[in-house]
Every structure is written in structure tokens, then in C-alpha cells.
């Protein structure tokens, strides 16, 4: 199993310590003008449950790609548009620092099982969207001779999926560059030929990547919102509404349905062209539901097109379509496709932009995102801070006068951290022997809470979801939890208990999480 690199040139004892680097551009702003690009990363080593989740073992921002502001005089301008590229490649490679280290000379680790390995790290590629795979592999785009990131088909074959082109390789795409430094004009001439850019890839640094075979399709953009949503759909439906049937009125925006909905609608003889159609979509069936192997296909585009005639009006020769050739390409050597979609990594622009909100002034917020938790209480503060001050503590006594719990709330937190502290070997601030609040001691609310923890079932990483909120859609949740205590002589005891307020506090250095 290759993953996109030339694992046959590991060492014998060598293994492979995989990262699933994601980067794709999001919006901040809700008026879409305030742009960022994370870089999310996942251990591919781990198991599929472990690792396509939010909680310990998934993903991880781990890097904050620049992005070049956009130039009315210089945007379509090849120098800049070789510009942004440049910068890109260039911060990458501020990210690989360690790994273009070691991918060379690999190092050694005591796995789980108490073998020894000599692991060496590679990387598989995950984008959004087609523009961004030619950013990585530094080919110039769908305007371009040869427009795949992958292989060398031509603009005009796209369709064609009975040829087989040669693949884009790391060697050729260097020698044609380095013509290209010492002769612009005989360089930029063969760059033309593999639509390549007079750039140095910066996954070139990584011993043994392969780029171009690194990069996975994603199945959320490529194959569901792409090829289906945006193209398959749309023509079944022109097709319905021109027979004028009651049953386009029963169409669901279910690529799985389509075909039990329609087989008796468009039919050879009523619409010889929307028949074709429906065989291109059995055969899209074929690859994104069991995607198991070169499976016999009952219809082409091309086919659709042939059936279309003159009313063919639609250009099939984008990218989207060419992608199916190589699925199953990926599926040998990557595995199932839900370890390449980035759908799981897109959920995690959520708490970016939770946080860019949280700081109305807009500065350091590239910081502040970086330091963001995604494990501990990820949901931000909605009542801001409270105050240990005597009248905040009032408001605080007047919201809940039905609830002992929150009588005397300051005295009660101020015993339970003296108590605590010293029992967990926390040593309290400034040499105090007894810890007191003060008017500057502030307690910091939070109403959502992710539990990661070790499933007694079947061993593997499970996450509950705890809520603590006086208005969630409308009414006041506070759910229960299941949590181990000692009893008054120390031992073992599991209790049931119900979330009041939950909070973090800071003594010292030390920031507690508390309920």
C-alpha cells in the first residue's frame, strides 16, 4: 500500500507514521471578508473511529497559512498569481521543518505493543476543492493544457476514462523547473507541456512524496455537492420538467433515490437522452456507494452526450468529471474513502470562527485560534465573567433561590480550592498558606462540554456531549453525568449527579476546570 509515496524505499525495518494534513481557505466573517487558512493534521496510524472524530486522537490545528491580499491592478497577472503560490509553498515549508528532517533519517519508537520501530513520517493531502489541489501540486489550473493534479490528460479528454495517461511525477516537474531557472524561454516551453508552474513544490522537501499521488479526492465536494449536486442533478431534473411529469414533484436531493424515483419516468422511449443520463448516474452510484474495486459501468458521459445530439449545450470536460478515473487508484493505496473527505475537518471552522467573534478587536486573532481547546469546554461564555465582588454574588444568590447549591457560592468555592489545591499537590500563589478571593478573582462560564473517554464496551475512544445551559432552544438543560468520587472513608465511589455551572478559574498559573 503506497498512501502516495514510495514506501518500497523504506529501510526493512521501517514503518511508515502517517499525517493527514487538511488546508483549505474559510471565511471568518459572516460578510465573507475576513479570510484565513488553517492547517489541520491527523495521525493516520490511528483507527478510522479514533481518528475521524473531533476528540483525542482527531484533528488538530496545527499551522496558519498567510494569505495575499487580493490587488485590483495585479489579480490574472501570471507574475502574481506565481506570487501567491510562491507564498504558500514557502510557509509550508515552515511546517515541515521537522518532518523534511526526519522523513530522511526516520527515528526510532517504542510502539503500544512494546516493538521498537523505526518510523519515518509521510503525508497525504486533503482539499476542499479543485483549486486548491493545483496550488499544491503547482499546476496551472483548469484553463490549462493538462489539468489534472494527478495525470497528464488533456483538456480535451477529460471525459475519456478507456485511456490511461501517464502520472505526474516529482522527477519530471523538478527537471523542468530547473530548465526553467537557466532558460526561461526552453523552460517555460516545457513547463507548458505538464501545465506546470516555474515553482519549487515544497512537498519536494519530504523524501519519498509524491505530491501529485499524495493528493486524495474528497468525496463531499468532488463527488456529493460536485459531480451530483452540481451537475448529474440539475440535468434529471431539466429532463423531468420538460416531460412535464407529477413525479418531478417527488424528487429528493438524494443522489440514492433518483434512480428508483425516475427508471419509469425517463425511459428509452419517452427520452432517449435523460435514459443516458440516468445510466451516468448508475455508474456514479457504483463508485461513492460500495467504491470497491473497477466495477462494469452502464453509462458514459460521453454516451449522454451522443443521446443529447444538438440540444447538447453543457461542457462535461471539467475535472470533476476526469476524477472518478482515479478513485480507485486512492481506495488501493489509501484505503476507504471516509479516511480522505475533508467533511470531518470542514466541522472544525466552526470553533474558528466562534473564536474570531470572541475578539471584537479583531487583533491576534491568529494566536488566539492556535491556543483554541477543543477538548475541554469549547463552548465560549455566554454570561461573560462573574464577579467574586458581595454584590455579584447577590445577583447571583437572587437567579437561583430555589438552588442551596449556589448559597454562598464565593465561601464555598474559596473552602473547596483550599482543601483541593493541597491534596493534588498544587501549590498555592505566592506562598499562601490559605487561599482568599478577591475583588479581582473572576470565574470565566461555559455551557457546552465534549467528554472524551475510553468506551468499557468495546475499548475504543467514545465523546458524550454535556449541556449546562438556562436557555437551550428555548428551555432551561442541565444534564446529568456519571462521575467517580470517594466516599468519607477514600474509597470508590460512583455517583449520579446533574450539571449546575460549569467554569474556569485561575490560581496561580494554574487554570482549573470546574463544575
Not at 490511528?46 to 485590483?72: A, H, K
Not at 465511589?493 to 460549569?502: A, D, E, P, S
Amino acid at each position: 500500500m503506497s498512501h502516495g509515496w514510495e514506501t518500497s524505499s523504506l529501510p526493512e525495518n521501517g514503518a511508515p507514521f502517517v499525517f493527514i494534513l487538511y488546508a483549505d481557505k474559510t471565511h471568518l466573517s459572516s460578510a465573507g471578508t475576513v479570510k484565513v487558512y488553517p492547517v489541520i493534521a491527523r495521525c493516520g496510524n490511528l483507527p478510522v473511529d479514533i481518528r475521524n472524530v473531533d476528540g483525542t486522537g482527531g484533528g488538530r490545528m496545527v499551522g496558519w497559512l498567510p494569505i495575499v491580499p487580493e490587488d485590483s491592478d495585479e489579480d490574472g497577472k501570471l507574475s502574481y498569481t506565481n506570487l501567491k503560490r510562491v507564498v504558500w509553498h514557502e510557509s509550508f515549508s515552515i511546517l515541515f521543518i521537522t518532518i523534511i528532517l526526519l522523513s530522511a533519517t526516520g527515528f526510532a519508537h517504542e510502539c503500544y505493543d512494546g516493538i521498537q520501530r523505526w518510523l519515518f513520517p509521510l503525508i497525504l493531502i486533503l482539499s476542499a476543492d479543485y483549486e486548491e489541489q493545483c496550488v499544491m501540486a503547482l499546476i496551472r489550473g483548469l484553463k490549462s493544457g493538462c489539468p489534472c493534479p494527478v495525470c497528464l490528460v488533456p483538456r480535451e479528454a477529460l471525459t475519456d476514462h478507456s485511456t490511461t495517461y501517464p502520472k505526474c511525477t516529482v522527477e519530471d516537474a523538478q527537471n523542468r523547473v530547473a530548465l526553467w531557472s537557466r532558460d526561461h524561454v526552453e523552460g517555460e516551453a516545457e513547463l507548458k507541456k505538464q501545465s506546470l508552474r516555474p515553482i519549487k513544490n515544497a512537498f519536494w522537501k519530504v523524501k519519498l512524496l509524491n505530491p501529485h499521488d499524495a493528493l486524495s479526492q474528497d468525496p463531499l465536494h468532488v463527488y456529493h455537492k460536485g459531480k451530483f449536486g452540481d451537475h448529474l442533478f440539475n440535468e434529471c431534473k431539466k429532463h423531468l420538467k420538460a416531460l412535464g411529469r407529477v413525479a418531478e414533484k417527488t424528487f429528493q436531493d438524494i443522489s440514492k433515490q433518483i434512480i428508483y424515483a425516475a427508471q419509469n419516468v425517463l425511459t428509452r422511449a419517452e427520452d432517449e437522452a435523460g435514459y443516458a443520463l440516468l445510466k451516468c448516474i448508475v455508474s456514479y452510484l457504483h463508485i461513492d456507494i460500495w467504491r470497491g474495486g473497477d466495477t462494469p459501468v452502464s453509462g458514459t458521459v460521453d454516451e449522454y452526450i451522443e443521446a443529447l445530439g444538438d440540444d447538447a449545450t453543457k461542457n462535461w470536460n471539467f475535472p470533476k468529471a476526469h476524477a472518478s478515473k482515479h478513485v480507485f487508484t486512492d481506495i488501493r493505496e489509501k484505503g476507504a474513502a471516509r479516511n480522505f473527505s475533508t467533511r470531518l475537518n470542514e466541522k472544525q471552522h466552526g470553533p474558528i470562527k466562534c473564536a474570531y467573534k470572541l475578539q471584537t478587536n479583531g487583533k491576534d486573532i491568529a494566536n488566539q485560534i492556535l491556543r483554541l481547546d477543543h477538548m475541554t469546554f469549547v463552548s465560549g461564555l455566554i454570561r461573560s465573567r462573574i464577579d467574586y465582588l458581595d454584590e455579584e454574588q447577590r445577583k447571583l444568590d437572587e437567579e437561583n433561590t430555589s438552588n442551596p447549591a449556589f448559597v454562598q457560592f464565593r465561601k464555598k468555592l474559596s473552602l473547596f480550592l483550599n482543601n483541593f489545591l493541597p491534596a493534588h499537590n498544587i501549590s498555592l500563589p505566592d506562598g499562601k498558606t490559605w487561599l482568599r478571593l478577591t475583588a479581582q478573582d473572576t470565574v470565566q462560564e461555559h455551557r457546552f462540554l465534549k467528554v472524551n473517554y475510553e468506551s468499557v464496551v468495546d475499548w475504543k475512544l467514545a465523546t458524550d456531549y454535556l449541556r449546562c445551559n438556562p436557555s437551550f432552544h428555548g428551555h432551561e438543560r442541565h444534564d446529568c453525568a456519571l462521575i467517580c468520587t470517594n466516599d468519607k472513608d477514600g474509597n470508590d465511589k460512583n455517583i449520579f449527579v446533574r450539571i449546575l455551572f460549569m467554569f474556569k478559574h485561575t490560581v496561580g498559573s494554574k487554570v482549573l476546570d470546574l463544575a
